[in-house]
Every structure is written in structure tokens, then in C-alpha cells.
């Protein structure tokens, strides 16, 4: 009888909940690990996930019922993800900015910071289908010294002094089901001259609240603008640097010995300093901002030639969300090749995550998210910032 109710079950759940194929097509597919373009690509997936990929040539054993989606002439890629974007404030309705930030291509996105829980409900509208959006990686407040640029940003939300307030929050956090943690170790949103030295919180409260962190399975990102804080960062043990854009020589050496990520952020800094020109503001902030994209954009490009891991992130909030591929372009200008700077957002934006047998490469096993573009990223990097096609999970969420 036992045995009859166990047939029985499994008639109805694979009568009843058939998975949904489908099978989708294109003239090319990039291959971000080897930089390869496969002619006539074709993925097989089910329900959110791909089963298979092979050349339309060898294709012929799929499913025959399986629903086929031709994206005939365009180039098929892995959904790209941005590690450093800020979609949810207290007070504001991120629906729209979600959408656009999906839409644009990226299907995974990390959320270093946000006000009033709206990250946790954001990640849960978009888990739950309420509205469309990447898949969000979430961290909650920052958390700073008090009077420092997390307190600032996230109205007090993470403001620590000592090290058990740290430690407590860090459970706090872990306990409500963050993803990562989020430190402001340093500098301003625009870094000058004078944030080179400056460190927000004493060593040992950095080190408590990332030996804390790992202890719950969470990696850390530090906001760090300047080498002492950069170099105080790493040598806790965080995952990622933020921003960094005075990093020097020492900090970069020791990122790279440790393995640590850059998310360097730098679109924001053009737009911010277009913005004050058209905004006529005054000779002497435009020469600010002038010095310090120029200042980065050098420090930058020396950690990229030194072998600093560099992990894409684009701070939108600061510049409009949906833009986020116009950092493509800088980080080509910086010295990258296209396949490098793609790399950013696919292969090592989803290690710095931990979500490489998740998202980051079309692969079985692999989220079925899916986007693609009408010309060949590797000539032409800017085709980025206009995605034809999304998928995410297997769901179309924009067609050519």
C-alpha cells in the first residue's frame, strides 16, 4: 500500500506540474570564460533554470514541444549583474527603478545599503513576483562610525562606537536575513585629497564586524576611498572595496595579494561633473569634480594594469538607474579589453557574490538569465547600453 501512495504522488506532481521548456536561439553566443563566439547557439531550459546548451546543429534531441524563441541576428549573453547599486530608500517607490534596472540587462544586482527595511521588502516584492526586478542581494544600513558617511547616508540606521554595538548588529542583520554586510571604513561619495588618511572606525571595531560577518556566512563591502582606509579594509578580511578611487600602489599590491575586489564605481563621476556644468555651478566645485575623476580614473587604471580583481558596480542612485552599462566604457578606456570589462559583471561580479553556480555564464545548472544585443560586444562594448532582449528565470521580461 505504501508503495502504490508513493506511485501514485509522483503520477500527479509530474502529471500536473509539468516543467515549462523552451528553447532559445540566436545567431551568436558569447562565451565570457573563453572569450569565444559560438555560431548558431542554442539553450534548452526548464522552468527557471538551463538544461543544456549546444549549436542549433546539434540541437535536434530537444524536446520537440519545447517553445522556441529565434533571436535570429542577435548576440546572446549571460545576464549581467551589478554589485553596487542603491535601489531602495524610506520614502520612495523603487518599483520603476527595479524594472528599469532589469530591463536594462541586469538580472542580478548586490544592494550595498538602504533606509527603513526597504531593501528587505523590495528583495521580497520581486521574489514573489509583485513586481519585476533583478535578483537583489541586500545588506540593510551600513554600518560606521557615528558622523561618518553611513551615519549620513542611512540616517543613523547602522552608526556603531564600540565593539559589541558592532557585533550585536552584525547579528542583528544576520539574523534577519541580509545577504552581505556593508562598512564604511573611510572617504567621501566624491573622494579628494583629504580622504586619503582618513579612517572612520578604529581596527579593531573593522575587524569585529567582519570576523563577526564571515562568522555568519556573510561577506563584507567596505566604502573605502582612500589607502589607509583601503589598507585597513583588507587587512580585516573584507570581500570588496568600494569606490577606491585614491587607491595607491601599497593598497593595491595588498588587494591583489588577498584577493580582494574593486567595485570602482567611476560612471558616476562623469555624470556627476556633467550635471554641475550644465547646472552652470561655480568654477571652483566644477574644478573639483574635474580632479577628482581625473585622480581616480589614474588610480584606477594603475590598479587594473597591477592585476587588482575588479568586480562591476555602478553606485546608480547617484546617476539615474537603467544606465548602469555606461560603465562598460570606462573600464574599456581605463585599459580594459571588452571580454575583461564583460568579465566584471559576469564570471567575477558572481564570485564576489558567491553565486557562481548561479548566475554569471550561460551553463547548465545556471538561472536561465539570458540577454542579448545587436552587435558583437567584443568590437563594440557600447551595445551594452542597449539590450534587446531579457530573460530572467526563463521568463521574457523584454523581446526585440
Not at 552608526?159 to 554595538?165: L, Q
Not at 558616476?268 to 556644468?277: C, G, H, Q, S, V
Amino acid at each position: 500500500m505504501k508503495y502504490f501512495i508513493h506511485v501514485l504522488f509522483f503520477f500527479l506532481i509530474t502529471t500536473f506540474t509539468s516543467a515549462e521548456t523552451i528553447v532559445v536561439r540566436a545567431k551568436w553566443m558569447l562565451d565570457v570564460n573563453s572569450g569565444n563566439l559560438i555560431s548558431s547557439p542554442a539553450v534548452l531550459i526548464r522552468d527557471d533554470k538551463i538544461v543544456d546548451v549546444k549549436t542549433d546543429a546539434d540541437s535536434k534531441s530537444f524536446p520537440k514541444d519545447a517553445t522556441v524563441i529565434d533571436l535570429g541576428d542577435l548576440y546572446l549573453l549571460p545576464g549581467l549583474i551589478d554589485a553596487h547599486v542603491h535601489l531602495a530608500w524610506a520614502g520612495q517607490d523603487a518599483t520603476e527603478d527595479a524594472k528599469k534596472t532589469l530591463l536594462a540587462g541586469f538580472t542580478t544586482v548586490r544592494n550595498p545599503g538602504s533606509t527603513g527595511k526597504t531593501d528587505f521588502t523590495l528583495r521580497n516584492d520581486i521574489e514573489t513576483g509583485k513586481i519585476i526586478g533583478p535578483r537583489m542581494l541586500i545588506a540593510g544600513p551600513g554600518l560606521g562610525a557615528k558622523g561618518g558617511i553611513c551615519d549620513q547616508t542611512f540616517a543613523g540606521e547602522g552608526a556603531v562606537e564600540t565593539v559589541e554595538e558592532a557585533k550585536a548588529l552584525v547579528d542583528k542583520l544576520a539574523t534577519e536575513k541580509v545577504d552581505f554586510i556593508k562598512i564604511c571604513a573611510g572617504g567621501r561619495v566624491v573622494a579628494t585629497e583629504q580622504d586619503s588618511s582618513v579612517k572612520e572606525m578604529p581596527d579593531s571595531l573593522v575587524e569585529a564586524i567582519v570576523k563577526t560577518a564571515h562568522s555568519h556566512g556573510l561577506k563584507v563591502a567596505s566604502h573605502a576611498q582612500g589607502p589607509d582606509a583601503i589598507l585597513q579594509s583588507v587587512r580585516a578580511g573584507v570581500d570588496s572595496v568600494e569606490h577606491g578611487g585614491l587607491i595607491n600602489a601599497e593598497a593595491a599590491a595588498l588587494m591583489k595579494e588577498h584577493h580582494t575586489f574593486l567595485v570602482p564605481t567611476l560612471y558616476r563621476l562623469d555624470w556627476i561633473l556633467e550635471n554641475a556644468r550644465q547646472n552652470n555651478s561655480p568654477p571652483e566645485r566644477v574644478k573639483v569634480l574635474t580632479t577628482a575623476k581625473e585622480t581616480a580614473y589614474e588610480n584606477v587604471r594603475k590598479a587594473i594594469r597591477l592585476g587588482v580583481p575588479i568586480a562591476f558596480g555602478t553606485d546608480a542612485t547617484v546617476y539615474p538607474h537603467g544606465l548602469n552599462a555606461r560603465e562598460f566604457s570606462v573600464l574599456v578606456e581605463l585599459g580594459m579589453t571588452p571580454l575583461q570589462a564583460i568579465q566584471t559583471s559576469t564570471i567575477h561580479a558572481s564570485k564576489l557574490i558567491g553565486w557562481q553556480d548561479k548566475v554569471g555564464q550561460i551553463h547548465s545548472g545556471q538561472f536561465a538569465d539570458l540577454i542579448a544585443v545587436a552587435d558583437n560586444p567584443l568590437k563594440n562594448i557600447r551595445t551594452l547600453e542597449d539590450v534587446r532582449f531579457v530573460m530572467k528565470g526563463g521568463k521574457v521580461e523584454k523581446r526585440p
